[in-house]
């Protein structure tokens, strides 16, 4: 396991030692990795502007004919989360961690319905295709109980000293992101990862983090970086899964796009649509206050 080096958070830059790629690991066996990987506000408008993200500046070309769209659920529910953690990441043994079975439920309910937790939900042609939980780090960050691994505020000072960012960077995590089976390996990803992370930047956020296992596909390390986000830190872990776990039924707060023609979204969902163009914002990643997003965002921002 990697160490911190020095004080608070200060570890060595593993760039070097870190590959863009793995052999995926059985999530069952004794011990697993868990990569650290972020991006900061200045990074991701550099590459933006350097034409790194053609997903999310010309996605008419990128996706001809198709139709995207990034929701929110305004008041998302623990099982709505489940439901989409299964859905994408049964597989992986995502729902297989200690941290989401029944004992532990008060916690995920009070971890997912929290002020300041968000869940996107991804659609293409109207139809569900995928989900993204969106969380906040702040100094007063408690580690949802079972959790493995660094904490969290120690992880972001960590990436902040390795690329020399002054204090005040608002750190927000993206704790968990994916698609349906039917919809990988078709270059959605790419755009879906970029709105969400210009989402974030736009609602004034500097620095969006989030962290991944060698138990998922062998192509995730290379999926993050072809997306502008590095992986900084790495740390192997115990196994933490279980092997008794339940199936989550779709919740009835959950969205269903239907269309084309598109009918009017839920009372309850916040439409972020590619077509819609965000007012100015601030790029340096210091602005906590967000300015114009756009959007009418009615809950704390993600």
């Given at each position: 396991?990697?160490?911190?080096s020095?004080?608070?958070g200060?570890?060595?830059?593993?760039?070097s030692?870190?590959?863009?790629?793995?052999?995926?690991?059985?999530?069952?066996?004794?011990?697993?990795?868990?990569y650290?990987l972020?991006?900061?506000?200045?990074?991701?408008?550099?590459n933006?502007?350097?034409?790194?993200?053609?997903?999310?500046?010309?996605?008419?070309?990128?996706?001809p004919?198709s139709?995207?769209?990034l929701s929110?659920?305004?008041?998302?529910?623990a099982?709505?989360?489940?439901?989409?953690l299964?859905r994408v990441g049964g597989?992986?043994g995502?729902?297989?961690?200690?941290k989401?079975?029944k004992?532990?439920?008060?916690?995920v309910?009070?971890f997912?319905?929290?002020?300041?937790?968000?869940?996107?939900?991804?659609?293409?042609?109207?139809?569900q295709?995928g989900?993204?939980l969106?969380t906040r780090?702040?100094n007063n960050h408690?580690?949802?109980?079972l959790?493995?691994?660094?904490?969290k505020?120690?992880a972001?000072?960590?990436?902040?000293?390795q690329k020399g960012?002054?204090?005040?960077?608002?750190p927000?995590?993206i704790?968990?992101i994916?698609?349906?089976?039917?919809?990988?390996?078709?270059?959605?990803?790419?755009?879906?990862?970029?709105?969400?992370?210009?989402?974030?930047?736009?609602?004034?956020?500097g620095?969006?983090y989030l962290?991944?296992?060698d138990?998922?596909?062998?192509?995730?390390?290379?999926f993050?970086?072809q997306?502008g986000?590095?992986?900084?830190?790495?740390?192997?872990?115990?196994?933490?899964?279980?092997f008794?776990?339940?199936?989550?039924?779709r919740?009835?707060?959950?969205?269903?796009?239907?269309?084309?023609p598109y009918?009017?979204?839920p009372?309850?969902?916040?439409?972020?649509d590619?077509s819609?163009?965000?007012?100015?914002?601030?790029?340096?990643?210091m602005?906590?206050d967000g300015?114009?997003?756009?959007?009418?965002?009615?809950?704390?921002?993600?």
């Amino acid at each position: 396991m990697n160490k911190p080096s020095s004080g608070p958070g200060a570890m060595p830059d593993l760039a070097s030692a870190i590959s863009t790629s793995f052999k995926q690991r059985p999530f069952l066996e004794p011990t697993f990795v868990k990569y650290h990987l972020a991006i900061d506000a200045q990074a991701f408008y550099r590459n933006l502007e350097g034409g790194m993200y053609p997903a999310l500046t010309s996605p008419n070309n990128q996706y001809p004919g198709s139709h995207l769209q990034l929701s929110q659920v305004l008041e998302p529910k623990a099982e709505d989360f489940l439901y989409y953690l299964q859905r994408v990441g049964g597989k992986y043994g995502w729902d297989k961690r200690k941290k989401y079975q029944k004992d532990n439920m008060d916690a995920v309910r009070a971890f997912v319905e929290r002020p300041g937790t968000c869940l996107y939900v991804f659609a293409i042609d109207g139809k569900q295709a995928g989900f993204a939980l969106v969380t906040r780090i702040d100094n007063n960050h408690e580690q949802q109980p079972l959790e493995k691994g660094i904490m969290k505020p120690q992880a972001i000072e960590t990436y902040r000293q390795q690329k020399g960012l002054p204090d005040g960077y608002s750190p927000v995590e993206i704790y968990k992101i994916g698609l349906f089976d039917e919809f990988t390996n078709q270059g959605y990803g790419n755009y879906f990862l970029q709105r969400l992370m210009k989402t974030l930047f736009e609602k004034g956020k500097g620095i969006v983090y989030l962290d991944t296992r060698d138990t998922n596909h062998e192509g995730v390390l290379r999926f993050y970086a072809q997306n502008g986000v590095d992986v900084f830190y790495q740390e192997e872990l115990s196994r933490d899964v279980v092997f008794d776990t339940q199936n989550w039924p779709r919740s009835s707060a959950s969205v269903e796009f239907v269309g084309p023609p598109y009918l009017p979204a839920p009372s309850n969902v916040n439409i972020i649509d590619h077509s819609r163009e965000p007012g100015p914002v601030s790029k340096d990643g210091m602005n906590k206050d967000g300015g114009d997003s756009g959007f009418d965002v009615t809950k704390e921002p993600c």
